[in-house]
């Protein structure tokens, strides 16, 4: 089945500092999804892909569609504490819409006091 | 935007009872919904797809049996654990899309303890 990898697993910053992180899968997507989990909650949309190439911002967070359909980016600027959380990427599985989504590994922030 | 629910958020039973968990898409209508588990530390994974007025469809390793979906209406699923037991101690997310969007939208989640 389709497998999404995301990197890093974890990563521990500084508030102020940018973050990066990817997504990659060996299939081809057709949407890119981003979501943000609090500890207990469940995951709250960030950013939505649609396009090969596309680049969409929402606030301090801009991610990106690769070309090659197999992988995408999310950035974060200027970190602040809320940003605190763990980040997935999801895409559907069916590639037809509206359809079941396969979620990513998770790239868990932390930001050091 | 829109806005799915959970109920409970959380529950403590004993082993071999059974537990219900709904979920409802509160400001719109929803024809399918999708149950998922997390484990601690773990990602989302999809146990089934609900629909509404037909047979759930489970993924591979899933029993059907185990965990009984029900979708009455257009607003809401649940989700049966029968008889459970400490290894379905778990996180339990439903979301449901929103039409013309392939987009989801999650539930808080119910957290289940199984003692």
């Known amino acids: 089945g389709q497998q999404l990898n995301q990197s890093p697993q974890s990563m521990f910053i500084q508030e102020g500092e940018d973050v990066s992180m990817n997504c990659t899968s060996s299939?081809?997507?057709?949407?890119w999804l981003w979501y943000k989990q609090d500890p207990g909650e469940g995951p709250v949309l960030l950013i939505a892909?649609?396009?090969?190439?596309e680049l969409t911002s929402n606030g301090r967070l801009t991610a990106q569609f690769g070309i090659t359909r197999k992988d995408s980016f999310l950035n974060i600027s200027a970190s602040i504490p809320s940003d605190v959380g763990i980040y997935f990427c999801?895409?559907?599985?069916?590639?037809?819409?509206?359809?079941?989504?396969?979620f990513g590994t998770g790239t868990r922030l932390t930001i050091i006091p | 935007g829109a806005v799915v629910s959970q109920h409970p958020s959380w529950v403590i039973c004993k082993s071999g009872t059974s537990v219900k968990i709904e979920c409802r898409s509160l400001?719109?209508?929803?024809?399918?919904m999708f149950w998922y588990r997390q484990f601690p530390k773990q990602s989302l994974m999809l146990m089934a797809t609900?629909?509404?007025?037909?047979?759930?469809?489970?993924e591979q390793g899933v029993e059907k049996d185990k965990f009984l979906i029900n979708h009455a209406s257009l607003t809401l699923s649940t989700l049966t654990v029968t008889s459970a037991h400490p290894e379905d101690s778990s996180f339990y997310i439903c979301?449901?899309?929103?039409?013309?969007?392939?987009?989801?939208?999650f539930g808080p989640g119910t957290r289940l303890l199984v003692l």
């Open positions: 979301s449901a899309p929103v039409w013309g969007k392939e987009t989801q939208y």
């Open positions: 609900s629909n509404e007025g037909s047979k759930a469809t489970y």
């Open positions: 400001d719109f209508q929803a024809t399918t």
């Open positions: 892909l649609y396009k090969a190439g």
């Open positions: 999801a895409g559907p599985i069916s590639n037809f819409g509206n359809e079941k989504l396969t």
């Open positions: 299939s081809i997507f057709n949407t």
